[in-house]
């Protein structure tokens, strides 16, 4: 054989192919059909040919894509837990035995007498109507004792739990998740907003938690709850915020984060946290008919706590402003007659005299829709917004009357 015309040796392995050259060969015999076919034979034979060619190597990418989302999400997750559990503690409450009231001053209804027990769960309300518990003339009631959680908001120990969990208890042990145990020294309580805060004994350097704006959560967000769940300390359950607004009967000064991450007896009082690892809200009830978790948890969001915690730090108290009207809910039909479209706002259905609204010229029928520029769509949000603000100082007030915009000082 002529050396100079004999074909050159290759090794016998297929040269790597890009997607490129692949799809310029899929696609050739396509171009010369299509001179001579239609256009809607040439697309489809492309499409086809494209498929093909992709299908060849997607799905191993595939695959690899969604493990590695999963494996980011679930690295979120476990980064917000190490940032935000070493500031959650358990809150242990005792109460001593006290002597039992004198026959005929039982309790009843609101007030409950297995508080701290297995049994409070069964009666989040107290005891059902007519129902009377006393003990004995002259007897004892029992001491208890209850287990909730906390979150720690400044190093030389504050902690910021709910006031459900202290209220009553002669004796307040908290306990750190590196297994430190300190003793409440001092304990202020909002029962309208069911916070509190607890002054720990001897404590300094403690983690504290971020504390983060649950004005910016939305709903789909996801969070982590943590706590003490049957005493099982320093659990994390996840899900997301489920709902906001929401309104609890036994909780007059709060709108409350709904969520479905888990939360059971003993949560009370730790932290929902968002995955940057800051805490967005407190954990305080749920809504269930067996006393367990059935997936519908909620939080006070944490701006209110941020507030609270402070005019309790403060001033020992709460201070709520008020404007002095009584105020309802706008119905369909009241917002037809006044000229309402987007039925947002809360009717004034009274006024009281010498009020800072009836000084202001605030009139029965007004429709409120703003205070200091902030809208408000319920009876509540307007609530919590005059409440939150500056005590004797003018405030902007929006409303509608007779159908037209005005504003009030």
Excluded at 333 to 339: I, N, P, Q, S, T
Aim: aromatic fraction near 4%; glycine fraction near 10%.
């Amino acid at each position: 054989m002529n050396p100079d015309t004999s074909p050159a040796l290759r090794p016998c392995l297929p040269r790597p192919r890009s997607l490129r050259s692949r799809l310029r060969e899929a696609l050739a015999p396509m171009a010369r059909f299509g001179r001579t076919r239609p256009a809607c034979l040439v697309c489809t034979a492309t499409l086809l040919a494209l498929a093909a060619a992709l299908c060849r190597i997607a799905p191993e990418a595939r695959a690899d894509d969604a493990v590695s989302h999963a494996t980011a999400l679930s690295k979120a997750f476990r980064q917000a837990a190490e940032v935000a559990t070493p500031s959650v503690v358990v809150v242990r409450s005792e109460t001593k035995a006290r002597k039992a009231p004198a026959r005929g001053q039982g309790q009843r209804g609101r007030q409950n007498p297995f508080k701290g027990t297995p049994l409070e769960e069964m009666f989040p309300d107290g005891l059902p109507e007519g129902f009377e518990f006393n003990q004995p003339e002259g007897g004892r009631m029992p001491g208890r004792s209850g287990v909730g959680s906390g979150v720690i908001v400044a190093a030389d120990g504050l902690v910021l739990t709910n006031n459900h969990v202290v209220e009553g208890a002669d004796v307040v042990t908290v306990e750190l998740a590196d297994g430190r145990e300190f003793k409440a020294r001092e304990i202020k309580t909002d029962p309208d907003s069911d916070l509190a805060v607890i002054r720990l004994s001897d404590a300094k350097d403690l983690p504290v938690a971020r504390l983060g704006d649950s004005d910016k959560l939305s709903i789909g967000d996801w969070v982590i709850a943590i706590g003490t769940p049957f005493e099982l300390e320093t659990t994390v359950s996840a899900g997301i915020i489920s709902g906001k607004g929401r309104e609890l009967g036994g909780i007059r000064r709060a709108q409350f984060l709904q969520t479905d991450a888990a939360i059971n007896p003993g949560n009370s009082g730790g932290p929902l946290v968002n995955l940057a690892g800051e805490v967005v809200g407190i954990n305080t009830a749920i809504a269930s008919n067996s006393g367990g978790y059935q997936g519908i948890g909620f939080a006070i969001p944490v701006n209110l706590a941020k507030w609270v915690s402070g005019q309790l730090i403060e001033k020992g108290s709460v201070e709520r402003a008020f404007i002095g009207v009584q105020m309802g809910p706008l119905d369909a039909k009241m917002a037809a007659k006044l000229g309402v479209k987007d039925r947002k706002g809360v009717l004034v259905n009274d006024v009281v005299a010498g009020s800072p609204a009836a000084e202001a010229g605030v009139q029965e029928l007004d429709v409120i829709t703003a205070f200091d520029d902030q809208p408000v769509a319920g009876t509540r949000a307007l609530q919590e917004i005059v409440e939150r603000s500056a005590i004797g100082q003018p405030h902007r007030l929006t409303v509608l009357r007779d159908g037209k915009a005005m504003t009030l000082s």
